[in-house]
């Protein structure tokens, strides 16, 4: 079973957001399917380079949607962004400088990483913004 | 050719900017905000206006009493508020001139550009009129002589029959109409276009500064009205037209051209204002800028997140609906047109991150002229050779002038630099990516000086990316001591980039962590003395210009005549009565007795004195036939003394013969005005004075 699920409560009711949310579950899921495989640091590596591509264009979507909705807790949710944004680089900067601790660190937090903000501040959001959508 | 005007130019606006930077620092550098300043004098102008309406008698008995209640009884209030009306209007000129100099200078008017500055020039049309009209409603000698002199400008032009300078000749004829008229068209009429005009001129721009920062709101303010209060703008003298003011202030700021029409016929001047006008409107084009490519969209990598739209300094992005059928709303759509290629959307664009090892580097928006790949395979490949452990890379705007010479100036074995487009076009990822893969171990970015940035926003917007106060941030890990923005304090006071560089190196961190060694923000000694003399001067030229140098209407000793009359000439050929029998074959209704050609002749008018000939016409009838009265009207200067007066005509046209004559010895002072009318009634010439 994949490590993260898409569950259909976790739409916001913005295509677009749900459809990229999808998209960095897949992609997440796939850097766990690499280090299981133990697969060689460059690809992982490539994978996270793509997720932090991503994700960082994510935020800017998310970021949008939120400011035209005018979303009250949109300053706590981009500081988030923000440092979502820090860790990944540290989680990439310390995988490349020793792929094997950083592969542990990689499992131990890279699923929480995305999984609590998921769970939490986007939760709030879908709260906020999910039911008027439909 | 023009291009060695620009650099020429830039030679003496640089030192300009600098001595200002100085001062007042890059925020609030005037010259960073001369359209803005422009606007701003223009509301204090409005604000100042509506007092002086409200005191204001639309009539020419009312007129210039009701200014002088207002500049002398009320001159703690009203004579402040018709000072700063008219300052805070030079001031106008002052800073739009500027305006206008400064983006010709640093090319700024070009390419696609050209729309800012072509809605800018009829702007000029708009400004200059309304501060003539203004001249014109106060009604004291100056008015007089703007208003005859405009009044011969505008007959110039083939639009009226009568003469309009005729109207402002002796007091008879002047009426309140006039009045009315003058105070629709500066109180009304030309404004609303100028409103409308103004939002024209920014219509295509992205977040146009409308206002200048506040400090400079306030110290302009201050500066105009200790200036009104010291120097308060004077009426000059009630009109009296039996005379001509031996000299006049004259406000050079709007009535440039007005001196011309002493020597100049009213053609030449309009040649000169048509001219001008139609040399700035063509400017754009002299030469055509060569369009670069613009920027790319890559919908793989879009997912219409609107960053590049928000920060594109010229509107030239729109998200428009999704047209690739994936799963988002908006995309970025790029209007070649108003693209000026400055690659400030790539700088916003959040897949723009070196941080790609593997995949491919294509930002979701990019320039073709200089992809971000492009940018990071450079920025590998070079630095790669420089040495040491205080390693700086030196990220120059492309297309300022400094940054040709920056390169062979400043590259050694620890320094490199990297052109760019322009400081915005730099995501702030590579800056993290250069100082964390260990690439440098300081980054500037040079800028244009002072901020004042080619391309509007660049600097603008990469400062706050670097601050973190707007996206894309500058990642946190990235120390501020590594990093400088050579058009910031404190970066600003290390003189040229080559001292910004010296300067950050002397202060950069050892190993990682530790304090910055930033030179510290001590207080700026330049500041008070520059901005104190920035504004004394400022107010000084307001004032100065607005009635100095005085110009003189007529030379010393003259007297001047004026010669005003329109005459219907004779007919081509006589009436002629028609026959019993000629009536009878015409309808009944249609049964005129007399057969009568409607084109007139032309006339000739001689007018000497002492014997010798001053002016000699032959004037042509109006009207489309040719059946309107001839219209004589010529201002002439004669020495001011007792002389023989004559004036002949002759009503149909060569004829040496003078059909109605006058000759009388006037006693013509100096500064007298005479005027020779023709009165309907009596058949005859007068020679009036007082």
Not at chain 2, 5 to 25: C, K, M, S
Not at chain 2, 402 to 427: E, F, Y
Not at chain 2, 461 to 476: C, F, I
Request: one cysteine or more; glycine letters at 8%; aromatic letters at 10%.
């Amino acid at each position: 079973m994949p490590l993260l699920q898409w569950k259909s409560a976790y739409s916001l009711g913005i295509p677009s957001v749900d459809h990229e949310h999808r998209e960095l579950i897949g992609m997440i899921n796939e850097v766990y399917d690499h280090m299981e495989d133990a697969a060689d640091p460059v690809a992982i590596e490539s994978c996270l380079e793509d997720i932090y591509a991503s994700i960082a264009s994510h935020f800017a979507l998310e970021e949008r949607h939120m400011r035209e909705a005018r979303y009250t807790e949109y300053d706590a949710h981009k500081d988030e962004h923000e440092n979502l944004l820090d860790q990944l680089l540290e989680m990439m900067d310390e995988f490349a400088d020793d792929p094997q601790s950083g592969r542990e660190t990689l499992r131990k937090s890279l699923a929480d990483w995305f999984g609590i903000h998921f769970a939490t501040f986007d939760a709030r959001l879908h709260e906020s913004l999910g039911d008027h959508h439909g | 050719m023009l291009k060695g005007v620009q650099i020429a130019g830039q030679l003496v606006f640089d030192p300009l900017r600098r001595l200002l930077d100085r001062g007042f620092g890059h925020r609030l550098n005037p010259l960073n905000f001369l359209g803005a300043l422009t606007i701003y004098f223009f509301w204090i102008v409005l604000v100042s206006g509506i007092w002086l309406f409200i005191f204001f008698k639309t009539s020419v008995a009312g007129a210039y009493e009701s200014v002088e209640y207002l500049t002398h009884e009320q001159w703690y209030l009203g004579g402040v508020m018709r000072s700063l009306h008219r300052y805070a209007s030079d001031a106008a000129i002052i800073t739009l001139a500027l305006h206008m100099i400064k983006e010709f200078l640093y090319d700024r008017h070009r390419g696609n550009r050209w729309f800012s500055w072509v809605t800018g020039v009829p702007l000029l049309w708009l400004v200059i009129p309304l501060g003539i009209t203004g001249y014109w409603l106060v009604w004291d000698q100056l008015a007089w002589y703007v208003a005859l002199t405009s009044a011969e400008l505008l007959d110039w032009l083939p639009i009226f029959s009568e003469s309009m300078a005729r109207n402002f000749l002796s007091d008879e004829v002047l009426s309140d109409r006039f009045f009315t008229l003058m105070a629709f068209l500066h109180l009304i009429g030309l404004p609303l276009f100028l409103v409308f005009g103004i939002w024209l001129h920014v219509l295509r721009i992205n977040g146009p500064r409308i206002n200048p920062p506040r400090a400079l709101m306030a110290g302009s303010l201050i500066a105009m009205t200790v200036l009104s209060v010291a120097y308060p703008a004077l009426s000059q003298g009630e009109v009296d037209m039996t005379t001509v003011p031996s000299s006049l202030g004259l406000d050079w700021y709007y009535l440039l051209v007005y001196p011309l029409m002493k020597h100049w016929s009213p053609g030449w001047v309009w040649g000169l204002l048509t001219g001008t006008s139609l040399l700035l409107f063509v400017a754009p084009w002299m030469p055509a800028q060569r369009n670069r490519a613009s920027a790319i969209v890559d919908l793989d990598n879009c997912n219409g997140c609107a960053r590049c739209a928000d920060d594109c300094p010229f509107g030239a992005i729109t998200m428009m609906e999704r047209s690739d059928g994936k799963a988002y709303e908006t995309e970025a759509v790029v209007d070649p047109a108003l693209c000026m290629s400055c690659g400030i959307c790539t700088g916003s664009c959040p897949t723009a991150t070196p941080f790609r090892r593997h995949s491919v580097l294509s930002p979701g928006i990019d320039s073709p002229d200089m992809t971000a790949a492009a940018l990071r395979e450079k920025l590998l490949e070079d630095s790669d050779k420089l040495e040491g452990t205080h390693r700086i890379i030196v990220f120059s705007c492309r297309d300022h002038a400094q940054s040709a010479r920056l390169k062979s100036r400043l590259d050694d074995a620890q320094t490199m630099t990297v052109a760019i487009i322009c400081a915005g076009q730099l995501p702030p990822p590579f800056i993290d990516f250069a100082l964390s893969r260990d690439l440098a171990d300081g980054v500037v970015l040079a800028g244009c000086p002072g901020g004042d940035c080619q391309y509007r926003l660049g600097a603008d917007w990469t400062a706050l990316r670097v601050a973190r106060q707007r996206d894309p941030h500058l990642r946190k890990r990235v120390e501020s001591n590594r990093v400088a923005l050579g058009w910031q304090e404190p970066w600003s006071a290390c003189g040229d980039v080559s001292g910004i560089v010296a300067a950050l190196r002397e202060s950069l961190p050892v190993g990682t962590g530790g304090t910055a060694g930033i030179p510290s923000s001590r207080r700026n000694p330049w500041r008070v003395p520059v901005t104190a003399f920035v504004y004394v001067a400022f107010a000084v030229m307001v004032g100065w210009l607005s009635v100095w140098p005085r110009f003189q209407l007529i030379d010393e000793g003259n007297a001047m005549i004026s010669l005003s009359f329109s005459y219907a000439g004779q007919r081509i050929r006589e009436c002629r009565q028609l026959t019993q029998e000629e009536l009878n074959r015409l309808a009944p209704n249609m049964r005129k007795p007399q057969d009568c050609p409607r084109e007139r002749l032309p006339i000739r008018v001689v007018l000497s004195s002492n014997g010798d000939t001053l002016y000699e016409d032959i004037k042509r009838p109006t009207g489309l036939w040719k059946d309107g009265s001839a219209n004589i009207y010529k201002r002439l200067t004669v020495a001011g003394r007792s002389q023989k007066l004559f004036i002949g005509m002759n009503e149909s046209g060569q004829s040496p013969e003078f059909d109605f004559v006058l000759e009388q010895e006037v006693d013509l002072a100096p500064g007298e005005h005479l005027v020779v009318e023709f009165d309907d009634i009596q058949k005859s010439f007068v020679f009036k004075q007082d």
